[in-house]
């Protein structure tokens, strides 16, 4: 979490909408599209009154993602569940819902986001981190193909996400571009040029741990300055949107 400049985003989000919550009120979370559980584990961890629902299609994602949370004291935190965010059977309502990463994967967006305010408590909140469409999938040029295999979808528009998210009865609160020219720069040198050097060669793990001693001091600092800044224009999306109060 500390390479990855999303996780930086997203935890601080999480933390501004839950932090206010008084701790003997529960608070119900549903991490759509869970992957390895990091930030399922993160809400159950930094809030002990959170009552965490992580879904995944895979089901593989979902048996690694419990063994590790087995092995510590959120194990009873955490409900794990298969479930298609397309056709999503978990049931609300939810004060927040995670989707970190994973729109970019799901064709039928707008359904998705339906489901996402059915689900919603009026007032909650949901959570969008994405690639945007200024180059989010490493995508420059037409013709590029994708950095990132399974994407369906180079990225968003900051406008082209609120606007679906508001056909689906949600209510955009924030939009973000991330990974601006700070944290575009930490993610080369952090994670892609890193990954490039072990497709090409195994050997390259004999010198990668000299590489970020060097790369990960200066990598984490850029990082840090792209948290604070208000990018125009970046690579990522962190879209924050509220179910309204007078929803039905």
């Known amino acids: 979490n500390l390479l990855f ?8 989000e999480v933390r501004h909408l839950l932090e206010t919550v008084p701790d003997d009120r529960p608070i119900r979370v549903l991490d759509a599209g869970t992957g390895f559980g990091q930030y399922a584990y993160f809400v159950a961890r930094t809030f002990p009154n959170a009552q965490v629902r992580a879904v995944d299609v895979k089901r593989g994602y979902l048996e690694r993602a419990r063994r590790f949370v087995d092995r510590t004291p959120q194990a009873d935190d955490i409900e794990w569940a298969l479930d298609d965010l397309t056709d999503l059977q978990s049931e ?3 004060d ?16 998705v986001f339906e489901h996402f305010e059915r689900v919603l408590r009026p007032g909650g909140h ?6 945007s469409d200024q180059g989010g999938s490493d995508v420059q040029d037409e013709g590029d193909e994708s ?9 968003y528009g900051r ?8 056909r689906a009865g949600l209510e955009p609160v924030k939009g973000l571009y991330t990974y601006g020219p700070y944290g ?43 948290v604070e ?3 125009e224009r970046g690579t990522g999306l962190l879209m924050v949107a509220r179910r309204p109060h007078d929803a039905n």
């Open 184 to 226: 575009s720069t930490a993610w080369h040198g952090l994670i892609k040029w890193p990954m490039q050097m072990l497709g090409a060669t195994w050997a390259s793990l004999l010198v990668l741990p000299l590489y970020y001693v060097a790369a990960l001091p200066l990598g984490l600092l850029l990082n840090a300055a792209d």
């Open 147 to 155: 950095f990132i295999g399974e994407h369906v979808r180079e990225g």
């Open 92 to 94: 609300g309502p939810f």
């Open 126 to 131: 949901v959570i969008i981190n994405t690639p």
């Open 229 to 231: 800044q208000d990018n």
């Open 96 to 111: 927040l819902i995670l989707a970190v990463d994973v729109m970019e994967h799901i064709a039928d967006d707008e359904t």
């Open 5 to 12: 400049l999303r996780a930086w985003y997203v935890r601080r």
């Open 159 to 166: 406008a082209d996400l609120a606007d679906k998210l508001r």
